[in-house]
């Protein structure tokens, strides 16, 4: 099992030696690799066991320092930084030469982001290297928002887990890129829709299969739990089978035993619900059922979000 600690000094020794690290982000869990360094990033991939067509996003601490990385930003990018970096906002850009392909798997734009989890914006202000981070779980599965998340499933892999608390967030970063005039959602996330609407106007959204451009379709399936999720409004949900366990969005079922349910945010609050959800997935998972049974959320707000992860993790391949 990985050491689990809150020194930045020991992550970034370990980083600057090109070994990987958990880090907190307000996001999700990542498993952060120094985003320069080739071997680094290859064994981002192996470890993950993620497939060499999804590229990664770079977190590093400031606009100055990504300008060391792209040939550009863009206005509206400048715009959208401005308002909402430190934040759950990935922009695609061009990439300059010294972001290895491997990074962006060929792609000529690079993701990237400023977190603004404060143990980790200390960490990168630390370090002379931006960080390659995609969450920190076995491709496919349930992304981790704790260190013990982390440490269940990469431990045996990784040598230290940087120890941030509960993530805020809860759900990954909102994806924007930028094509001619158009602002495009390539992925929806933890900062909502008409949050980014009010300041920059129409967005277009993609098809919610993929957020990779070469590979569409082909991450139809993800965040998925290993039990098998369907997706019910609640009216459809009858909750008398025993082999079921049962995600739902603000109360209970009553005639269901509480063992078998969570309940995503009492008062119907939307951020409180992607707070838990990863959390709860895991823990139903857990559980001695045959299928999960999740009730979609309301469709404003985070929800989008929400339910497009739930919609992935109930797609078994
Ligand atoms: P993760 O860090 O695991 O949440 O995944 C990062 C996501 O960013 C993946 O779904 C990638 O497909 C997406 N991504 C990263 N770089 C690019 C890029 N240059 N163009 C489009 N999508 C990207
Ligand atoms: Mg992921």
Redesign the pocket.
Known sequence: MAEIGQDIRIAKEFLIKGELVGIPTETVYGLAGNALNERAVLSIFETKKRPAFDPLIIHTDSVEKVQNFVTDIPETAQILAANFWPGPLTLLLPKKKNVPDLVTSGLDTVAVRIPRHPMLLELLSQLDFPLAA??A?PFGYI?PTTASHVNAQLGDQIPYILDGGDCEVGI?STIVGFEGEEIIIYRLGGLAVQDIEEIVGHVKITAASSSNPKAPGMLKSHYAPLVPLEMRRKADIVGNDASTAYLLFDSYLPYVDRNYQRVLSENGDLREAAHNLFAFLRELDRLPVKSIIAEWVPMHGLGLAINDRLKRASVQE
């Open positions: 995609p969450s779980n992304s990954e």
